[in-house]
């Protein structure tokens, strides 16, 4: 069974710094994907970023960017020049290739700090 | 506003009552999926359907949850004779059909409490 785990419960940042969000997952298969979800507060959850398994260039939008380890099933997000609306929940996840059930980590309360 | 909407956002309910929500998805969208997020955790994949069938179930999905997709459009989760432990945010997502990889996009949810 595919399993996601975020051990960072809760974690703060000063406005403009940098943070990174920890993710560990098991799987035995080889092709999957990789998201980070953000879900601010009372409001729905949007995709931030997306990985492909088979893609070794680590994935980045804007100031959103991936440290993918496949061999140690690590995939962590790092955002930086952090901004006040980036405060929410954020959810790692995880599905295999062509497969309907994402697997969501426990997920991450980041704070931004002014 | 052309995202997935979701019907009613909060339900309060007694136990042993029937609730049903709603879920309108991404007009195009052909997949549709239901979810439960319990507080402090991360959304519990509970049952997709493509097009009006429903091709795969959680284990979570007891006898006592039902959910239907006529027509393929919109789709209705109902959970009869309600317990405590249905207290939770259901959300709905939808996505278009692709070889791979499916971008689920999220409704805001339903907050059920059930008293």
């Known amino acids: 069974a595919q399993t996601v785990t975020q051990s960072q419960p809760e974690m703060s940042v000063q406005e403009a710094e940098t943070v990174t969000l920890s993710c560990t997952y098991d799987t035995s298969e080889n092709n999957y994907y990789l998201f980070w979800y953000k879900q601010p507060p009372s409001r729905q959850m949007i995709l931030v970023i997306r990985q492909e398994a088979y893609k070794q260039q680590n994935a980045t939008e804007n100031r959103f960017s991936v440290n993918f380890q496949k061999a140690a099933k690590s995939f962590s997000l790092k955002i930086s020049d952090s901004q006040l609306g980036d405060t929410a929940m954020y959810f790692c996840?995880?599905?295999?290739?062509?497969?309907?059930?994402?697997?969501f980590g426990a997920g991450t309360r980041l704070t931004v700090k002014p | 506003d052309t995202g997935v909407s979701q019907n009613p956002r909060h339900k309060i309910t007694k136990r042993g009552q029937n609730v049903t929500f709603r879920c309108d998805p991404i007009?195009?969208?052909?997949?549709l999926y239901w979810y439960r997020q319990t507080l402090g955790q991360g959304p519990e994949f509970l049952t997709y359907f493509q097009n009006e069938a429903q091709l795969e179930k959680s284990r979570l999905l007891s006898d006592r949850f039902s959910a239907e997709r006529p027509k393929g459009s919109f789709s209705t989760l109902e959970i009869q004779r309600t317990e405590q432990g249905d207290s939770a945010m259901y959300l709905c997502?939808?996505?278009?059909?692709?070889?791979?990889?499916?971008?689920?996009?999220f409704g805001p949810g339903t907050r059920l409490t059930v008293l």
């Open positions: 997502a939808s996505s278009l059909e692709r070889a791979g990889y499916n971008e689920q996009f």
């Open positions: 007009s195009e969208h052909n997949r």
């Open positions: 996840a995880f599905t295999l290739y062509n497969n309907n059930d994402m697997r």
